[in-house]
């Protein structure tokens, strides 16, 4: 086995420990590392929860014999930190313990870090390679590395539809929206809801469903819940008003506006979930970046239109419940 590709195994599995964080890291991105000594690993970690040690902290915590860390190499799915934060930088700590040699995922586009950790190390004379595995570690932490690269937040489209493209029904306003969604892919709907900082829906949707944008099926919290009212017509004993979770209204803002305000509040994701208008308005304007399509089995022959599934790269497609969810990214962006 060559050397390169030793590295792309040690650095697969920084990757899968980085997974372990998924739920605690946030907003810090997901990391892993791994100390390998001899061809052996010797000590392994991962960024388990915003404020406590990271990836690196805890890999070389858990090596018992440290005066190995003098002949090891360390790999990290993230570039070494090297600001005081909440931690100590993890460039100076890995310095302090001489290790000669680190392999690292990608960098960090963080303004107090971008490049400044491995200096740090390069500086102190310890070899450094970075970029293996880099699209894997980059795809790992994408809606982290889009907050920092393109100042918004991530942002995921979702929507059910029939199989013969509706995405409701032709009704009421008091009946309620078609059920296109399975209580299975219900749920996996609120994992959604539990992995993203926010969630927006239009002005209808929240008149004629009067939805609690709330996480109730998934382990983890609920998102920051937003909507657009231009003209004033939400009232105020709308569920998503009620106080249990933070909301908030925009009014005359455009998209780009919105986004940009949810950036200088430190939302790195958002998840938008409709009505059809607004999910359109989104793809017209390309500010998305991933699209998760439901189709239900189920026939409604007239109603509203799904959004155009236009420059969209299927990514993924899987059945569930009898329900195929769809995934796609924009034909011109990051294939992570």
Same mark, same amino acid.
């Given at each position: 086995?060559?050397?390169?590709?030793?590295?792309?195994?040690?650095?697969?599995r920084?990757?899968?420990?980085?997974?372990?964080?998924?739920?605690?890291?946030?907003p810090?991105?997901?990391?892993?590392a791994?100390?390998?000594?001899?061809g052996r690993?010797i000590?392994?970690g991962?960024?388990?929860?915003?404020?406590?040690?990271?990836?690196?902290?805890?890999a070389?915590?858990?090596?018992?014999?440290q005066?190995?860390l003098?002949r090891?190499?360390?790999?990290?799915?993230?570039?070494?930190?090297?600001?005081?934060?909440?931690?100590?930088?993890?460039?100076?700590?890995?310095?302090?313990?001489?290790i000669?040699?680190?392999?690292?995922?990608?960098r $960090?586009?963080? #303004?107090?870090? !971008?490049g /400044?950790?491995?200096?740090?190390?390069?500086d102190a004379?310890?070899?450094? *390679?970075v =970029?293996?595995?880099?699209?894997?570690?980059?795809?790992?932490?994408?809606r982290?590395m889009?907050?920092?690269r393109k100042?918004?937040?991530w942002?995921?489209?979702k929507?059910?539809q029939?199989a013969?493209g509706?995405?409701?029904?032709?009704r009421?306003?008091?009946?309620?929206?078609a059920?296109?969604?399975?209580?299975?892919?219900?749920v996996?709907?609120h994992r959604?809801?539990a992995?993203?900082?926010?969630?927006?829906?239009?002005?209808?949707?929240?008149?004629? $469903?009067?939805? #609690?944008?709330? !996480?109730? /099926?998934?382990?983890?919290?609920s998102?920051?819940?937003?909507?657009?009212? *231009?003209? =004033?017509?939400?009232?105020?004993n709308?569920?998503?008003l009620?106080?249990?979770?933070?909301?908030?209204?925009?009014?005359e803002?455009t998209?780009?506006?919105?986004?940009?305000?949810?950036?200088?509040?430190?939302?790195?994701?958002?998840?938008v979930?409709?009505?059809?208008?607004?999910l359109?308005?989104?793809?017209?304007?390309?500010?998305?970046?991933?699209a998760?399509?439901?189709?239900?089995?189920?026939?409604?022959?007239?109603?509203v239109?799904?959004?155009?599934?236009?420059g969209?790269?299927?990514?993924?497609?899987?059945?569930?419940?009898?329900?195929?969810?769809?995934?796609?990214?924009?034909?011109? =962006?990051?294939?992570?």
């Amino acid at each position: 086995m060559t050397p390169d590709e030793q590295d792309i195994i040690y650095m697969r599995r920084c990757i899968q420990l980085a997974r372990c964080g998924c739920e605690g890291a946030a907003p810090n991105p997901m990391v892993g590392a791994v100390i390998v000594c001899e061809g052996r690993i010797i000590g392994e970690g991962y960024h388990r929860r915003c404020g406590g040690p990271h990836a690196e902290v805890n890999a070389i915590a858990s090596v018992r014999a440290q005066d190995m860390l003098e002949r090891s190499t360390l790999y990290v799915s993230l570039e070494p930190c090297a600001h005081y934060g909440k931690t100590p930088p993890c460039a100076d700590l890995i310095v302090s313990r001489h290790i000669p040699r680190v392999v690292i995922g990608c960098r $960090d586009p963080f #303004a107090k870090v !971008n490049g /400044l950790g491995i200096r740090k190390l390069q500086d102190a004379g310890v070899e450094e *390679r970075v =970029g293996v595995l880099e699209q894997e570690c980059v795809g790992l932490n994408r809606r982290f590395m889009t907050f920092h690269r393109k100042h918004r937040p991530w942002v995921t489209l979702k929507w059910a539809q029939s199989a013969d493209g509706y995405i409701d029904a032709c009704r009421a306003s008091h009946e309620p929206a078609a059920r296109l969604s399975s209580p299975y892919t219900q749920v996996l709907a609120h994992r959604m809801r539990a992995q993203d900082m926010a969630i927006l829906v239009g002005t209808d949707t929240v008149i004629r $469903d009067n939805p #609690a944008l709330t !996480n109730r /099926l998934w382990p983890g919290g609920s998102p920051l819940r937003l909507t657009i009212d *231009r003209h =004033g017509r939400i009232p105020g004993n709308a569920r998503m008003l009620d106080g249990s979770v933070p909301a908030h209204v925009y009014h005359e803002e455009t998209i780009a506006q919105i986004l940009a305000d949810l950036y200088l509040r430190g939302v790195q994701s958002l998840l938008v979930e409709g009505g059809a208008k607004l999910l359109q308005s989104f793809l017209d304007e390309g500010l998305w970046d991933e699209a998760r399509v439901e189709e239900s089995p189920s026939l409604l022959r007239a109603g509203v239109r799904a959004p155009l599934l236009e420059g969209m790269c299927l990514t993924g497609r899987r059945q569930v419940d009898g329900h195929w969810i769809s995934h796609y990214r924009r034909a011109d =962006g990051e294939m992570w």
